[in-house]
């Protein structure tokens, strides 16, 4: 089980990294980061909960844009 949740964040995170522009190397690096496989909620979720606001991405990371 870790080897495949391992898998499907290494995924996640090389998924976002090959899209061009800005948007996805943030995201990739949110998911890097951020992103625990072994919880429930997804990635978008876990990366817009996120409290550090030390952090240089903070105000750019991943956000729902209906809030």
Do not use: Y
């Amino acid at each position: 089980m870790v080897n495949n949740s391992s898998h499907l964040k290494n995924s996640l995170i090389i998924t976002e990294a090959e899209k061009s522009g800005f948007r996805g190397k943030v995201n990739a690096k949110c998911i890097e980061c951020q992103f625990d496989p072994m919880k429930q909620d997804s990635w978008q979720l876990q990366i817009e909960n996120c409290g550090c606001k030390n952090c240089p991405l903070f105000e750019v990371r991943p956000r729902p844009t209906n809030k």
